[in-house]
């Protein structure tokens, strides 16, 4: 029944996208299953924003193509569209209209949304429908385009930094949104600089250099090819230490040492056997960690 | 000082297009007279059947001496220069202070350190160069035109001395309106009270001190090449000086961004109109469009009601003859006269449709597009839908203008005939859907440039044919233009085969912008 391919959401073939001379997108092979929350991560300028406006066919592909269920947005956008709801960086929207004639007008065009959800969306994100676009902050017109676009219940939501300018409160209606959604089955891509925000809601995550995928993996996998950090407190001065492979150590303190360590623990715990060891304290590096490593190291791809 | 070049600087496109066209007023009026009128007794009966017909008078406005080129001048360059002078210094003022502050760039120039009061400064010295700029294209025109230099200098410091009161004007409407429509349609109401006012004092005799409570009318008091009398030049230095003085008060009193009367920015929600992106367009574009199906209708009016002088007028040979150069058949009846000023409607009529390009552009630039095509909504159904709301508002404009003057005609007594007028507004369409569909192929292929292209296609086109003609150039050449292939309908006959091919061009050309709107990539500003 439902082939392998119709059950990507998303998936690229070599897409590419050049701008003049400047390359935006370098061959990207990207493959969202259905129902999978996928964090879109890079810096700015990285080629996030350029793969949303390809997979919608807003911007034509140099080389490569992009499909949405199958679909190829550049040649068929209107069935592409139908199972897609989008929320733009910034909103994009009538200045003269109000909360709630926006919402009436996008929700037509889509093909009608679930008016109760809706309702229920306003009242989570305490929107004032009465009030004409213009009169609202950006933060609050950001609102009107998330509401529209959840209110869709669409198949796939493709969210270019969607929370960029909503206070903390709206933030964490954002997540309880996106875990429903979840929840129903419907694919999330989410474009965001919020590292906790990603590491909160995604199950796997992308992260985007220069136009490339250079990591991709889950959170655990992801975690494995960062450092551990581990924290040793000695009763005295810190000893001196052989050095060890994958071992690095990364600060001295008056009785403190902190080892990352890339490779295996063993060797560093065998080396700390019969020294005088007080506390001893690990933890995984965040997303945050992952993310600028992979940003101080010069680019090679890591197979994720 | 740098302020004031910005500001200078994002004039420049308006400032420009006012001078040519103040220039070639200046210069076209007083050559054509001179051509005309050759003789003392042309001059003569050109006073008795124009200077006292009430229609014409409340156009151009009372004059002093039409026997000479210079009064004629006086009285037919500064009648219609002095409106559009005073349209210009609003739309300058607003264009400085309500929509920069709108924009949100205000904020970001005094957040450095730029003061209010100089910003304000800055865009009144702006303005003030802007206004030097026009005295200079008059001038520049009747001199020209073989006019005196002291009396043209006059005349063009007549003429732009309005500027000034209605830049204050448009200033004091920018204080109180809190979005740029909301001060022009303060601005306009002003303009249009002031040209009332003019209307009144020119029209009657018992009323005529009324002139000096209107701008217009103190640009008519300063008598350039009839005794001019520059002490009146007080008056709108006055009142410029008080209204500057007055939004600049204004202005302390109230917070960057907002307006003095409150904005309505809430409402319960209208449903209409919002169920496909063409029909939320024409939403969108109701004021505007009714802006010109108002505008072009009173003109529409006038000439009809205007027409009705010609019959009572012996017009000399000469100027049939100057007319026939043009082409444009017989212009002796009140029917000629109506068919050969409906050809300005064909000009208006096609920047209309230009305008309707430019305003699909702006939804694009603006990125409001994006939000719309990630929809399930075609590119083709989108462009499609604007390229037929502006036909369809086009079919309005012309139905209306040629209903309009067939009233302002029969009102008069002309003997012309209801279809016979409605003939002569749809003559107009073919020349403006032509222009739409080469306007929307320019967008599809280069939207940056379209609006450009677009207005610049149709402003040289119009140009052409008139030049070509007047100065004699070729058959084959002055044809080569659009606007040469239209017929000064109701005397000529409805060119029916040049309709048609205009017609299978435009809709070629839409044709192929839809198909060629579907390969580019979007691009905003």
């Given at each position: 029944m439902a082939s392998p391919a119709t059950a990507l959401a998303i998936e690229t073939e070599g897409l590419t996208k050049r701008y003049g001379a400047t390359l935006a997108l370098d061959g990207l092979d990207l493959a969202v299953a259905a129902g999978e929350v996928y964090g879109y991560l890079g810096p700015n300028g990285a080629g996030k924003t350029t793969t949303i406006r390809l997979l919608l066919g807003l911007h034509r592909p140099t080389t490569g193509r992009g499909k949405l269920f199958g679909v190829d947005a550049w040649r068929d956008p209107v069935r592409a569209h139908r199972r897609v709801a989008y929320v733009a960086g910034e909103p994009f929207l009538w200045p003269s209209l109000t909360g709630a004639e926006t919402l009436e007008f996008l929700g037509r065009l889509h093909g009608g949304v679930d008016a109760a959800y809706r309702d229920l969306l306003v009242e989570r994100f305490q929107l004032d429908t009465r009030k004409k676009l213009r009169a609202l902050s950006k933060g609050n017109r950001q609102k009107v385009q998330l509401v529209a676009a959840l209110a869709?219940?669409?198949?796939l939501l493709l969210l270019d930094e969607p929370t960029a300018g909503l206070d903390p409160l709206m933030e964490m209606a954002f997540r309880q949104s996106i875990s429903e959604a979840k929840d129903r089955g419907q694919t999330v891509l989410l474009s965001s600089h919020l590292l906790s925000e990603v590491e909160a809601t995604c199950d796997r995550v992308g992260i985007l250099r220069k136009g490339r995928l250079i990591d991709q993996g889950t959170m655990a996998q992801l975690r494995q090819l960062g450092a551990q950090t581990i924290d040793v407190t000695f009763s005295g001065t810190p000893p001196q230490l052989p050095a060890l492979p994958g071992v690095h150590v990364a600060g001295t303190g008056a009785n403190t040492l902190r080892f990352e360590v890339s490779g295996e623990v063993t060797p560093l715990i065998n080396s700390l056997a019969g020294q005088p060891v007080v506390g001893l304290s690990t933890h995984q590096p965040s997303l945050e960690e992952i993310f600028l490593h992979h940003y101080d190291s010069s680019d090679g791809r890591v197979p994720g | 000082m740098l302020l004031a070049r910005r500001a200078f600087a994002d004039a420049r496109i308006r400032t420009i297009s006012f001078a040519y066209l103040f220039a070639a007023v200046a210069y076209l009026n007083p050559v054509s007279y001179r051509h005309t009128y050759a003789t003392l007794s042309e001059r003569l009966q050109f006073a008795h059947s124009f200077a006292n017909n009430k229609a014409v008078v409340l156009f151009y406005g009372k004059a002093y001496d039409l026997l000479t080129v210079g009064g004629y001048s006086a009285w037919r360059v500064g009648g219609i220069l002095s409106i559009l002078a005073a349209v210009f210094g609003l739309l300058a003022a607003v264009r400085a202070l309500r929509t920069e502050e709108d924009s949100g760039r205000t904020e970001l120039v005094l957040a450095g350190m730029a003061s209010r009061a100089g910003l304000y400064s800055a865009s009144l010295a702006s303005i003030g160069a802007q206004m030097a700029v026009l005295w200079a294209a008059v001038v520049l025109g009747s001199l020209l035109a073989g006019l005196p230099a002291a009396g043209s200098a006059y005349l063009a410091l007549a003429i732009a001395s309005v500027v000034p009161v209605f830049a204050g004007a448009g200033a004091v409407a920018s204080q109180f309106g809190a979005t740029r429509r909301v001060a022009l349609e303060l601005g306009g109401a002003f303009v249009a009270l002031t040209f009332v006012l003019r209307v009144i004092a020119d029209t009657s005799t018992s009323l005529s001190w009324l002139r000096w409570a209107t701008p217009l009318g103190w640009a008519e008091e300063l008598r350039p090449f009839t005794g001019a009398r520059p002490v009146v030049l007080l008056l709108p230095l006055a009142a410029a000086a008080v209204l500057v003085v007055l939004a600049g008060r204004l202005q302390d009193r109230r917070d960057v961004g907002t307006g003095l009367l409150a904005a309505v920015d809430s409402a319960p929600p209208r449903q209409r109109l919002l169920s496909s992106p063409t029909a939320q367009a024409l939403r969108g574009e109701r004021g505007g469009l009714l802006v010109w199906l108002v505008g072009v209708g009173a003109f529409a009016l006038i000439i009809g009601v205007i027409s009705k002088s010609i019959s009572s007028a012996g017009i000399s040979r000469q100027l049939r003859h100057e007319f026939a150069k043009l082409g444009t058949g017989s212009v002796i009846t009140p029917k000629g006269y109506i068919g050969f000023s409906f050809l300005f409607f064909v000009l208006a009529l096609s920047l209309f449709a230009c305008s309707q390009v430019a305003a699909a552009r702006h939804e694009e630039s603006d990125e409001r597009l994006e939000t719309l095509l990630a929809l399930p909504v075609g590119r083709r159904q989108w462009l499609g839908g604007r390229i037929g709301l502006a036909a369809g508002a086009a079919v309005a404009i012309s139905l209306c203008s040629g209903l309009l003057g067939w009233v302002g005609a029969a009102s008069q007594?002309?003997?012309?005939s209801l279809p016979m007028m409605l003939e002569a507004g749809a003559n107009c369409l073919p020349v403006a859907l032509l222009f739409l569909g080469i306007a929307a192929l320019a967008y599809a292929v280069l939207p940056r440039a379209s609006a450009g292209i677009g207005y610049g296609l149709v402003t040289v086109a119009f140009l052409w044919q008139l030049f070509g003609s007047l100065f004699g150039a070729p058959g084959w050449l002055v044809r080569v233009t659009p606007f040469a292939h239209v017929g000064a309908v109701p005397t000529q006959p409805f060119r029916i085969v040049s309709a048609a091919v205009m017609l299978a061009i435009g809709i070629v050309t839409a044709v192929a912008a839809l198909l060629a709107f579907e390969r580019r990539d979007l691009m905003g500003a």
């Open positions: 869709t219940r669409a198949d | 007594g002309v003997g012309i």
